[in-house]
């Protein structure tokens, strides 16, 4: 699925077949169901000899602003899109043409007919309610603590809900939660603020790698690729028996929010002593990577611990340094 990295380069593509400031002379539409508002006729009649001003992007919305009104792409599961020449044969599946005043044409590719297109006054007007921006810097780590805090869910089904934060898919969420030792299970409201801004930085380290790696990697026809989430390119490989890329342990896959998370009990699981089957390994990660007044609040403030958390997360400190024991007071 065209995640929030590929429409960034999907729509840098379009700027660089250099589509802004050319006009729209007509559009065919084969697929009705891809035009969402308003009618296919009024659609085509109202798009009709506009001309592109600029072209945006929130989420996996793109924003092409006219002379008036907006045109809202999205690309749904299977879509995408090709600048072609009249020459050009259309792409098997290309059921929305949208043919430009050089001669040209952008093709809306899509095998399942799933992508959505709007011809709206404001940009909003297509859009659901979704939260801030990841990559937006204005977008401050208290607002974003603010916003998953208030959540009891786990974590990575807080990230996948758009409301909260936009754009963040499920192998951009896996990865950002593996970068900051996050347990996609952790509960939302239990993560410290100093944590969650970490997991911030590593969702806009995530974001940004992908949308570089796809556009320094395109097609032979210069359009963006569009990474599966079994792309052996991908930080974490969505395979059974894929390793961690930070320690090379077995990564472990859990059902969360319907949808399945890969992490490594070693990196994510480690602070609080559940998952943490290696001991030595969770030792040397603590000694790394631990902040304690993160870890060791919520492990006393559940009160209802089962003595085999407690056992083991003994066991963890057992290996750490006597510095780190009192530091944390144990
Ligand atoms: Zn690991």
């Keep these: 699925m065209p995640e929030l990295p590929e429409v960034e380069n999907l729509r840098r593509y379009l700027i660089s077949e250099a589509v802004p400031g050319l006009s729209v002379v007509s559009v065919d539409v084969a697929a009705a169901r891809t035009i969402r508002t308003p009618s296919v006729e009024d659609f085509v009649l109202g798009l009709s000899g506009r001309r592109v001003v600029e072209i945006g992007r929130r989420a996996k919305y ?3 602003a006219l002379d008036r009104g907006h045109l809202v792409l999205h690309m749904g599961m299977t879509g995408s899109l090709r600048v072609s020449s009249g020459d050009d044969e259309p792409l098997r599946f290309a059921h929305t ?9 952008i093709e809306l590719n899509d095998p399942r007919k799933w992508a959505s297109v709007w011809l709206v006054d404001r940009f909003e007007d297509a859009l659901p309610n979704i939260g801030p921006e990841p990559l937006d810097m204005s977008f401050t ?4 603590a603010q916003r998953v805090s208030r959540r009891r869910s786990p974590i990575k089904a807080v990230l996948l809900d758009q409301a909260v934060i936009a754009g963040v898919g499920n192998i951009y969420a896996d990865e950002a939660l593996l970068r900051a030792g996050i347990s996609p299970s952790r509960r939302a409201h239990r993560i410290s603020e100093q944590r969650l801004s970490r997991l911030l930085d590593e969702i806009r380290n995530s974001l940004a790698r992908a949308i570089n790696y796809i556009g320094d990697n ?3 026809d210069g359009r963006p690729f569009v990474v599966d989430a079994f792309d052996d390119r991908m930080q974490i490989l969505r395979k059974p028996g894929s390793v961690c890329p930070q320690c090379g342990a077995v990564l472990k896959t859990k059902v969360i929010g319907g949808r399945t998370a890969y992490f490594c009990g070693g990196c994510q699981g480690g602070c609080c002593g559940r998952d943490a089957r290696n001991t030595q390994f969770s030792a040397l990660h603590l000694w790394d990577d631990w902040a304690p007044d993160d870890c060791l609040v919520p492990f006393r403030a559940r009160g209802d611990n089962r003595r085999g958390d407690v056992e083991q997360l ?4 057992d290996v750490v340094s006597g510095a780190v024991g009192q530091q944390i007071g144990v």
């Design 62 to 64: 793109i924003d092409v």
């Design 97 to 105: 043409l949208f043919h430009l005043d050089d001669g040209r044409r």
């Design 141 to 144: 780590p208290e607002e974003f």
């Design 218 to 220: 395109p097609l032979d």
């Design 314 to 317: 003994l066991k963890v400190l």
